[in-house]
């Protein structure tokens, strides 16, 4: 069974940092990109971050120079530093990763992770 597990979210003042972190896990063949979503309430869920296999990146124009993706891939993990954290920034985190599953190497499969909170207050 595939899992993308989450961790690192909190609630932090504005200006403050956190550090999210997401491992797959699994019977996995490889990885393509992975990537964070975020999702307020009432809102849908829109790309922040993402991480290319071969190392291009991607950002949002709202938090470019403020936050960072980067990727383990010994550990099929990508990690989202946020720094100067705004009160807009509050929202569920969703990790998301791009998988090739073992005897299906010419289709890949989103996989996402279960969420985890980020409050910024004022």
């Known amino acids: 069974q595939v899992q993308l597990v989450e961790s690192g979210g909190g609630s932090v003042q504005v200006g403050g940092s956190l550090r999210l972190s997401c491992a797959a896990s699994g019977n996995i063949y490889s990885i393509n990109h992975m990537g964070w979503y975020r999702q307020a309430p009432g809102k849908q869920r829109d790309l922040v971050a993402i991480h290319i296999t071969g190392g291009r990146t991607y950002y949002d124009d709202s938090v470019k120079g403020r936050f960072a993706i980067s990727r383990d891939n010994a550990k099929n993990t990508v990690y989202l530093q946020m720094n100067s954290l705004k009160p807009e920034d509050t929202a569920v985190y969703y990790c998301?990763?791009?998988?090739?599953?073992?005897?299906?190497?010419?289709?890949?499969?989103?996989?996402w992770g279960q969420g985890t909170q980020v409050t910024v207050s004022s």
């Open positions: 998301l990763a791009d998988l090739i599953l073992p005897g299906l190497t010419s289709t890949s499969s989103v996989y």
